[in-house]
């Protein structure tokens, strides 16, 4: 019986299994991801380790000359490596790499050629070592080489190592090809992304909105993407966060830009003066009707109609509403013509609607007629990013306002950026209001500002202009003294709406409170 085929003390299979091994290896780097980097360090280890292809290297081109180095090696060290360094036509490698094809030195030493520029002679075995050096197409006209040192005299044959470097050189070829047209792919997205936030961040400039943070282009993005349609718009969100902002670039984002955008701010609307504020009346309809007066209803034919915190709604108007919404008519008081009426119904509500639909305080009917498109609109706490910008825009504002010339160190910046906000844009607002007011040097600190940040007797967060008092979404009718209303309201120069919103209350338990103090 004859003896089995060996190769260097080895049966034939014995090297078939690490031909086997070295691929299924080498594949499942490949399946995990395309990290081409980690893949080819793998290649010149297993080459080594498996089939003994010593000093394996891989060389590419250099990206910023035309000469070409090593960028992966097993068994050479860092000096050899950075030797490493050919031009075209240059020494076998260089050979190798102008022609494109597969070169094979069978001794190093009778090779004219042979540059032994990365490992020097004296640092290889005494016996004779063979180079291997097989090109890669990389594709658009591109080459790098694969290559290693080989005993000579190993029995394994010598086809058997060009097969492997041919079937390696191949994957090596693809996985780059491959990971060329996902970067390019990725680019190419990476680009249209840009575009898409640049157009964004103009329509945020375009709107008035102040900011270029994720949450907020993504509600920019839903807002633009429903502007042409005619469906009624339900804006949610907490209080101060910017929704008549957002309704009114709604408005200017439709086909209805150029007509009526009214808002009706239901919170500040006695119950019993709805009737008149919404559908109007005519002359002699009651007492005190000395004139015709036009609703904000028809004030907004053929545009936006914006309610304002709508939630707030008396439970009789919103049945009179929704008999408008579905019939597209409305009477003014005082005459039983019905007149038609084209709008848009935009609302914004700072409460849980469904909740007030369970208790019985808002018509589920008017709900799902209103809350057709609904928008949630980002906290100040999930837009970060926004709070340079808002700071900027706010110091800019009030600065003019109030002729002062107060600006914020990054230190100080970056402890705005820290807070929680509860009050959102509009408790940033004021507190930078506060500052510009009262700053006592033109440039604020961290340091500086922690005492606008916190009540000074209680340590809490300052959620209200004047500075006194925590914003509270339901208050007490005892919850300011006479003092502080008549403060607030002279910071805001009598304005009873925007001192309301400032206090935490709606105006409603503001024109209740002054009423208990006897404060026209």
């Not at 197409?137 to 190592?161: P, Q, T």
């Not at 502007?227 to 086909?255: D, I, Q, W, Y």
């Not at 910046?413 to 006592?440: F, K, M, T, Y």
């Amino acid at each position: 019986m004859s003896a089995p085929d060996t190769h260097d003390g080895f049966p034939a299979e014995f090297w078939r299994s690490q031909e086997i091994l070295l691929l299924k290896n080498v594949m499942a780097l490949v399946g995990r991801g395309l990290d081409l980097d980690g893949v080819l360090r793998e290649v010149v280890h297993l080459l080594s380790e498996l089939l003994g292809l010593n000093r394996a290297r891989i060389i590419f081109k250099d990206p910023e000359g035309d000469t070409y180095r090593i960028r992966h090696a097993y068994g050479l060290t860092t000096a050899e490596i950075t030797r490493g360094v050919y031009r075209l036509g240059e020494g076998i490698t260089g050979a190798a790499l102008k022609n494109r094809h597969l070169i094979i030195v069978q001794d190093i030493d009778r090779e004219p050629l042979f540059l032994g520029r990365a490992v020097l002679r004296e640092h290889l075995p005494s016996e004779k070592v063979a180079f291997i050096a097989m090109p890669i197409d990389l594709g658009h006209n591109r080459v790098g080489l694969i290559a290693c040192h080989r005993l000579r005299h190993r029995n394994r044959n010598l086809s058997d190592d060009i097969m492997i470097l041919q079937i390696i050189s191949t994957l090596i070829g693809q996985l780059m090809k491959l990971g060329d047209t996902v970067e390019e792919q990725t680019r190419a997205l990476h680009e249209h992304n840009q575009l898409l936030e640049n157009a964004l961040e103009n329509a945020t400039m375009r709107y008035g909105i102040i900011g270029t943070s994720p949450a907020l282009l993504k509600a920019i993005a839903e807002l633009e993407g429903v502007s042409h349609a005619s469906s009624s718009v339900l804006l949610c969100g907490a209080a101060g966060t910017g929704k008549e902002l957002f309704a009114r670039a709604l408005h200017m984002a439709s086909p209805r830009r150029t007509q009526p955008f009214v808002r009706v701010n239901c919170a500040a609307i006695p119950e019993n003066a709805f009737e008149t504020e919404l559908f109007g009346h005519e002359r002699g309809a009651f007492p005190g009707a000395r004139a015709r007066r036009t609703g904000q209803l028809e004030q907004a034919h053929t545009g936006t109609l914006f309610l304002d915190e709508v939630g707030e709604l008396p439970l009789a108007m919103q049945g009179r509403l929704l008999h408008v919404f579905e019939q597209g008519t409305f009477t003014r008081a005082g005459t039983g013509l019905a007149r038609r009426i084209d709008i848009r119904v935009v609302s914004a509500t700072s409460q849980n609607l469904r909740k007030r639909v369970e208790m019985g305080l808002f018509r589920y009917d008017l709900f799902y007629h209103l809350n057709v498109i609904p928008i949630t609109l980002p906290t100040l706490a999930a837009r970060r990013e926004d709070i340079p910008l808002l700071c900027s825009h706010f110091l800019s504002l009030f600065n003019q306002r109030h002729e002062r010339n107060i600006s914020l160190s990054r230190s100080a910046v970056d402890l705005l950026i820290e807070q929680d906000w509860p009050g959102h844009i509009r408790q940033l607002s004021n507190v930078i209001e506060r500052v510009v007011l009262l700053a006592p040097q033109p440039v604020m600190a961290a340091r500086d500002l922690r005492a606008f940040l916190h009540d000074s007797t209680q340590s809490v967060p300052l959620q209200a202009v004047q500075g006194e008092r925590a914003y509270r979404p339901y208050l007490s009718a005892s919850s300011h003294s006479k003092e502080e209303l008549l403060h607030a309201l002279r910071l805001n120069g009598g304005n009873k709406s925007r001192t309301a919103q400032q206090l935490g209350m709606t105006a409603r338990q503001l024109h209740y409170r002054l009423k208990l103090f006897d404060v026209a």
